[in-house]
């Protein structure tokens, strides 16, 4: 077997010029471009026989270039290439480009491959990806604070401790640079039947206990307050109302061309449960008797 | 497409499948071998874990199922990498440590491969395996002995990948074959790979998507 396995590989190399092994020994230098799968496919100091200079893989020589030639969808033809190439048929509806990788050899090609053209959308949306993983989820500081219950017509002040702001990130593809922005808007949902939701300026409104009385600071525009009108815990009512602080991050990119967009935003929900007690309270100067 | 494939190619794959029952004649003169030896200038071997010496380059027979060892575990190790390459970047992680221990001492290749797939994963691309169900699948087709501590071998490799983006999106699907060039070196009777560069698959044997 290893003898025939010797000759038939001798023959090919003598006719179509694979790499010479006796070079094996000589000084590898230094490998400036890897294929994905590890291997050199551009050495500084090509070697004797050696791999093709910014080939992209695939020759043996120095003569022998090999590059990815856009071609016909080979698949209409003989679906069969999904098999021959152990390559998965592309998604429903994605417009894709199909690519052979040729050599200057004039070799058959070995190789096949369908790629998802690269497009501001398509770095946008990867982009995006990277930047919703690291999204954090809200954390909530409160007055009064969760787990206490709230009074009836007494503002609840709500802020987000792990405000980041506005998160960007850019990626750069082909020549081609795309920056994402993710900008977090804070909303405030009491959960209280009747009542809506309240858009919150920044990350909300931490209550100043020796500032303006508490009407004048949940007045404030923007201000991230309610006051529940329903004490629960009564019949027919829950023992708290379900009350969520939800950030959206409003998402949208610019290209280097020019070109912008926007992409699905992505929301992060705290739960804030609150349960409200009615008392018989004289309130003077923003403070409970 | 693949059945566009050349006459030369398929007279050479008859021939490999012609042979393919004659295992056994063992002739290590099968194999090229050069008359001049080289020096490796490997100094150090990374972790060896058996006091079994592997057989020399010289010993074709013996020493392939050995290097065929090597690239299997070649194999998973980029494999692991591929799936996040991000890892790529941090020396102390498993699947670095896995791939690094595969070379000799003088690693500035997989030190280079490393960042090339830190690059990949700050690309937002991962890998994963396509239809044929692994990333890659190397054989080892050729040993040719440069001294008993160095050999040059052709590996051909079945690859089935499909990238996706960092959101999880397919943007890529390719499969096929390829081929590299390895240099492997024995220290302290351990074989490692020194450096892999690309070849033509041409000489490989065609292979059948289902194995």
Not at chain 1, 211 to 225: F, K, R, T
Not at chain 1, 259 to 273: D, E
Not at chain 2, 32 to 39: A, H
Not at chain 2, 43 to 56: K, R
């Amino acid at each position: 077997m290893r003898a025939c396995l010797a000759a038939g590989v001798l023959i090919v190399g003598a006719l179509v010029g694979l790499a010479n092994p006796a070079g094996a020994s000589a000084s590898p230098g230094q490998c400036v471009e890897y294929s994905p799968l590890g291997y050199c496919i551009d050495w500084d100091v090509p070697l004797p026989g050696g791999p093709p200079a910014g080939g992209g893989g695939g020759g043996s020589t120095d003569d022998i270039v090999c590059s990815w030639v856009t071609i016909p969808d080979p698949s209409g033809d003989d679906p069969s290439v999904f098999y021959d190439f152990n390559v998965a048929p592309p998604p429903a509806d994605v417009p894709v480009v199909w690519q052979a990788l040729e050599c200057s050899d004039g070799a058959p090609s070995t190789n096949l491959r369908w790629i998802v053209p690269l497009t501001p959308e398509n770095i946008a949306s990867s982009v995006r990806g990277r930047i919703v993983g690291a999204l954090p989820q809200p954390m909530i500081n409160s007055s009064p604070p969760i787990g206490t219950a709230s009074i009836v017509d007494v503002a609840v002040f709500v802020e987000v401790t792990n405000w980041t702001g506005a998160i960007t990130d850019s990626e750069c593809a082909g020549g081609l640079c795309v920056t994402v922005a993710a900008r977090p808007v804070l909303t405030f949902t009491p959960g209280e039947p009747g009542s809506n939701p309240v858009s919150c300026a920044g990350s909300g409104t931490r209550y100043e206990q020796d500032g303006p009385p508490i009407e004048e600071q949940a007045a404030a525009d923007g201000a991230c307050a309610y006051a529940y009108r329903l004490r629960t815990g009564t019949e027919g009512r829950p023992v708290s109302w379900p009350g969520t602080a939800s950030v959206t991050w409003v998402i949208s990119w610019t290209a280097s061309t020019g070109a912008s967009g926007s992409l699905p935003a992505v929301t992060r929900t705290t739960q804030i449960p609150r349960s409200v007690r009615e008392v018989q309270a004289v309130v003077v100067g923003g403070e409970t008797a | 497409m693949r059945r566009a494939i050349s006459g030369l190619a398929l007279a050479v794959l008859l021939l490999v499948g012609a042979c393919s029952g004659d295992d056994d004649s063992a002739d290590p003169g099968t194999s090229t071998s050069t008359t001049s030896s080289t020096s490796t200038s490997v100094t150090s071997s990374t972790t060896s874990s058996t006091s079994t010496t592997q057989p020399p380059a010289t010993d074709v027979e013996a020493v392939t199922p050995a290097l065929q060892e090597l690239m299997d575990r070649y194999d998973s190790a980029i494999a692991a990498i591929l799936t996040d390459p991000r890892v790529a970047s941090n020396p102390d992680s498993d699947e670095v440590q896995a791939y690094l221990t595969l070379f000799t001492g003088s690693i500035s290749f997989a030190d280079g491969a490393l960042a090339s797939w830190t690059r990949e994963g700050e690309a937002g691309r991962f890998y994963r395996p396509g239809p044929r169900g692994e990333l890659t699948n190397s054989t080892v087709t050729e040993v040719t002995p440069t001294s008993e501590d160095e050999a040059s071998f052709t590996v051909c490799a079945v690859n089935s990948m499909e990238i996706t983006d960092s959101a999880g999106n397919v943007i890529e699907s390719v499969g096929g074959q390829t081929a590299a060039t390895v240099v492997a070196v024995r220290v302290d009777g351990v074989w490692h790979l020194r450096d892999l560069t690309e070849a033509s698959a041409t000489g490989c044997p065609e292979r059948e998507s289902e194995e």
